[in-house]
Structure formats: C-alpha cells, structure tokens
C-alpha cells in the first residue's frame, strides 16, 4: 500500500434509513413501461459459498457499467456509484462558496448528486483556504445522507472542538439489527501530509499500512455482504502493543479504514489512526497524582497538535469520567437518534445527562463491544435529515418538549437490541421512565414473534419501568390487530405501557384508536406529546418516590378528561390533575378508579359530577 494512500481519499456517505424497516430483499425483475430491473445473481454470504462478501457488490458494479477495486465500485469520471432499486452511475454535481452561519474564514464545497427519491450530498469546510482541495474521487454515494468534512490546517493551532470530534472516530455509529449505517463529522487534515517519523507509533502504523490487507480476524456482513455492509479485521502483535486494523464498506464502497493500537498490559487505548481522516489521537492516562486524561491530536505531518484534558477518576483501574451534577428532577431514558451535546438551542429546562463510563460519549452501555455502540445515544440518524447536524434533530425536537428532566441519552439500536448491556447503568441512577418515539414497520403477528421487545419485556427491571411510545403521525385509525407499528402494538394493555398520541387540535397527524392509543397531549407531532408524557411521569416518580409505574400510569390516565376523542381516555392529558391523581394515590393506595376520577375531577362529588363508569374503561 502507498503511503500515501490517496486511493483511501475516497469518502461516501453513509446511510441509515431510521424508518427502522426491515432489510430489503434483492433486486428483481420488474416491468415500467419498457424498462426493466436487472436483478442480481449473487447469494448470501454462507459457508456453501465461502462466505463470500464481495460477490454482491461486484455483481451490482458491474449492472451500473463501474469497475469493482479495493476501493469499492468506481464508476468513470463524473459520475458516482448509488445503490437504490437498481445499481446505476449517476452524475453529480458540484459548487463552491461559502456559509454564512460559520464564522472561521472557510471555503465551502458541496458535491450532490440527484436521484428519483433521494438527494445525496457532501459538504467541505475546507479552513486551510491558502490551499486548494482537490477534487474528492467519489466512486460512490453509498445512501441518501448529508456527510460534513472539515479540512484544518496543520499549520495552526487546532481548536478543541476538533479535538474532541476527532475523539469519536472512527465516525459512524451502526444499527445492528437491521444493518443501518450513519455519518457524522470527519475531522481532516492538509491531503498531502505524508506520516512523519515523528508520529506517535510510526513503527507500529506504517508497518499496518504497508500490508497487503487480508482480513484474519473477523468477518461482519449484513445479507448482500460489501453491497450492504460489511467489516473486515486483522490484527498485529508487538510484543507489548496490539494493532488491529478494521475496514468497513457501505453499499459497495470502502467507507472506513482505521487502526486502532492498544497496550497490551493496561488494555487503555493509546492511539488511533483514521486512515481515511488522516488523522492520529493518543490518548494518555497521565500522572495517577493528577487524575487527569490527555487527548492529542495530529496530523500525519507532525507539524502541530491539538490537544484536550478530561477529569478522570480511577475505579478499579479503569478509567472513569467525572459524572456531572444532576439537578433533582425526574430521570428520562431517551431512545432516540442521539443529541448533541453541544447544541446551543437545547432547552435549558433538561440536563442532558453524560454515563458512568469513559468508553463512549455518555457511557451508560457496560461494554463497547463494536462501533454499533460507539456512541451510545449521543449521534445517530433520523428518518427526516441525516448527518451530524440533521442527526439530532428529531433528538433535539423531543427533550425540547421535555420539562425539568435529567436525560440519558441511549442510542435507538441498542435500546431494545442492547437492553441487558445498559439497563443496570440507568436503573441504579433511578432512571425508570423510557421515552421511545420510533416504531418497526411489523404487523401484529410478527412482532409477537421477531421483535427485541417480547425478550425486553420479560427482565424484571423493564417491568419496574415505564415505557412511553409514540403513537405514529400516519393519520390513521388503529387497533392493535390493524397497526402494524412494532412494539405498539403488542403492548396496548401492558401495565407499564403508554401509547401517546397529538392533540388532533395541531394539524390531524397522529394515529388514534379507541384501543390503540391511550391519551393524547398538547403537542404538534406523537414524538414531541411522548416527550411531554414521559418528562411529566418521571417527576411523579420524582415527587412520590413510592409510587409504582402503574401508580404513574394510573395518575396519567386520570388526569385526562373524555370528551370523545378516539383514544381508550377519550382526551387529553392534564398535567395538574396528573399531579392531583398522583397525590391521592400516594395517600390512599386502595382508591378505586371510579373514586379516583370523581376525587381528580369533581373534588370527590358523586352528584353533579361528569365522570361516570364508562370512564373506567381507560384503566
């Protein structure tokens, strides 16, 4: 390999369809007019074939007119490789100029290109204006996306922000069930800085680089293998240090080629090279006096370093980050596509909250097993927008509607897929309310058979939650066995189970159903009404500690007047009588509901009051 391996500088952009449907089947043939879709001869990696990954991506490169290389299908010049029904090269387009909303001197660039259903694109920030960025060789947009680059200048000083971008490489986070993939920033530095001998680990880098990559270690594929997504691993022993290089592809194109080197005594990460970022961060543990964890950034050339300080504290020999204040508000688990921690148009009635644990940006998983749970909350994607920025904006949108709240952020992928592995963390620091917005696209039927949450539901700590879901923005009149929003709808008469829909006051979007949805709230979507229910359950717990979910449940329920609407309480919540129920269930645990509702709404009138049986049916 070419040290200066320029072929890497190909960049894609990477996908991730947060629909949450299940993956797609194979192309086949299908008339439209006289057009027809060429369908793929290739099969599933397995061991009839050898597990064979590549043997998809060829197939379809080779549909579109490319040429299949190590760095995925090239198509010829001008044109880009999109997988979408059918594999084709299509042309892109670019401009440069520059952004108003950044204040940095910059050049920007923008390639796009369009096709029937999706926009593809990626941005360059390119601060180093006194040189030119060549042209990016783009053998592919992998999916529909917005990737942001930024090109410093490794002449100057680097800001910490970057730094701590660069801390989060390698930068993708990836949904395991499905095989959904997303970007975020890509920290990069001068494309013509060679590695110096300067470098941290030069010996042990340049050897990893100059070896003919064959995967060794391990195989990750999704069921089209390198056309989908798919991992190949090797690693390298030293003695005292361990290398372990890992490529991924997306959607037929190499996306990510990273080494990671490790000590093999103390088992703390020392360094990181981002092949593609052409980037290095070390990472130190520092003087045991000072408690505190250097991170460096350099560029290949060596010529300046960023760098950045974290408190650390020492538990059992691994390194732990300091945890911040929490504010004696409820607690909130947040399912979601991640928020950025940084965002200045957070609102400031919600403390996002950051984990236990240093191996990733909030920390709440026990293990970091691979980079689907590289960022465990703080970025993922959402089905509307997509990179960095557009990421987190459906995040943003719920803990805006929440109200003083402490929030752990856990990504969507291992909310469910990964509950053992974070469950012990939150519940231990009294988060017991879950806020999940998102729903898998199965009927009845199959989600009692093939979804996360039939094993979720049985850990007795899930049933000491409460879980709080969205009941959909599809306008529709739903029933359990009509909807096919996965868990939804098998949890409609779950004891610590809430489905949450928009006041029909704002628009008309949400679903509704007499027994699909159990309440509605003041809110412009089903997202942002399950953000205002679940912030208003956990002060309850907040308030009355010794108040069960049902308890919780119960109060929300109460507080809702019915004046017809198609949900099981007929209305919409009231967060003062929510407040008032949860009061009178504190102080008497044997109320009936019947009492309840005439003690909430009439001040216990059973004349003159309009709460009658039929409102007992919500329960």
Not at 157 to 163: G, P
Not at 520 to 542: E, G, M, Q, R, W
Request: proline share 3%; net charge negative.
């Amino acid at each position: 390999m070419n040290k200066k391996i320029t072929q890497l500088l190909s960049i894609a952009l990477i996908s991730m369809s947060c629909n949450k449907a299940p993956a797609t089947e194979a192309p086949t043939t299908n008339n439209s007019g006289n057009r027809s879709i060429q369908k793929l001869s290739c099969t599933t990696p397995s061991i009839a074939n050898n597990f064979d990954i590549d043997s998809c991506a060829i197939d379809a490169c080779e549909i579109a007119g490319g040429e299949y290389t190590e760095n995925g299908c090239e198509c010829q010049s001008g044109k880009t490789f999109i997988m979408e029904e059918e594999p084709k090269c299509v042309s892109y387009t670019k401009s440069v100029g520059v952004n108003r909303r950044e204040k940095e001197e910059h050049e920007y660039i923008n390639y796009s290109s369009f096709t029937k259903d999706d926009l593809y694109s990626i941005d360059i920030y390119n601060y180093d204006v006194e040189n030119e960025v060549e042209d990016l060789f783009l053998p592919n947009f992998v999916a529909p996306n917005f990737l942001t680059l930024r090109y410093l200048n490794p002449a100057k000083t680097i800001a910490k922000k970057f730094v701590d971008n660069a801390r989060k490489n390698p930068n993708i986070f990836i949904r395991k069930t499905f095989g959904d993939i997303s970007p975020i920033e890509s920290i990069r530095f001068n494309e013509y800085s060679e590695l110096s001998f300067e470098a941290p680990f030069y010996d042990y880098i340049s050897h990893v680089m100059d070896t003919n990559f064959e995967a060794s270690e391990r195989y990750y594929f999704s069921e089209k293998g390198c056309l989908e997504h798919c991992k190949k691993s090797m690693s390298f022993d030293f003695d005292q240090i361990i290398a372990k290089r890992t490529r991924e592809y997306f959607k037929g194109i190499l996306a990510f080629d990273y080494i990671e080197i490790r000590n093999r005594e103390e088992f703390i990460l020392s360094a990181k090279v981002d092949l593609l970022a052409r980037t290095i961060l070390t990472l130190n543990k520092g003087n045991a006096d000072s408690l505190k964890v250097k991170y460096t950034l350099f560029p290949f050339s060596m010529q300046t370093s960023g760098e950045s300080l974290e408190s650390i504290i020492d538990e059992n020999e691994d390194l732990q980050i300091k945890k911040v204040k929490r504010y004696n508000w409820g607690n909130v688990i947040l399912c979601d596509n991640g928020v950025l921690p940084n965002d200045k148009n957070l609102s400031r009635d919600i403390n996002l909250e950051r984990g236990p644990n240093d191996n990733s940006l909030y920390g709440w998983l026990d293990q970091v097993r691979d980079q689907s749970d590289f960022y465990n909350g703080a970025i993922n994607i959402d089905q509307l927008a997509s990179g960095v920025k557009g990421a987190s904006e459906h995040g943003r949108s719920v803990v805006n509607y929440m109200k003083m709240v402490n929030v752990a952020s856990i990504s969507l992928n291992s909310c469910l897929g990964d509950f053992d592995n974070w469950v012990n963390n939150t519940f231990e620091h009294d988060y017991k309310v879950v806020n999940y917005s998102y729903s898998d696209y199965l009927d009845n039927k199959a989600c009692l058979s093939n979804h996360h949450w039939n094993k979720v539901k049985k850990h007795p700590k899930a049933k000491r939650m409460l879980w709080v879901f969205a009941a959909g923005n599809e306008k529709s009149y739903l029933t359990p066995e009509t909807a096919t929003l996965c868990p939804q709808n098998i949890v409609t008469r779950d004891t610590n189970a809430l489905i949450v829909g928009a006041s029909p006051e704002f628009g008309g979007v949400t679903n509704r159903g007499k027994t699909f949805v159990d309440l509605f709230a003041d809110a412009p979507s089903t997202s942002t009404a399950t953000a205002i229910v679940s912030s208003l359950a956990a002060n309850l717990l907040k308030l009355y500690p010794s108040l069960s979910v049902s308890d919780v449940k119960r109060s929300l329920l109460a507080s809702v007047e019915d004046t017809g609407l198609s949900s099981r309480t007929g209305g919409v919540l009231d967060k003062d009588l929510a407040y008032k129920a949860a009061k009178e269930i504190n102080k008497n645990r044997n109320i009936n509901n019947l009492d309840l509702l005439r003690e909430v709404h009439c001040n216990g009138r059973r004349y003159f009051c309009k709460v009658d049986e039929s409102w007992e049916e919500r329960f």
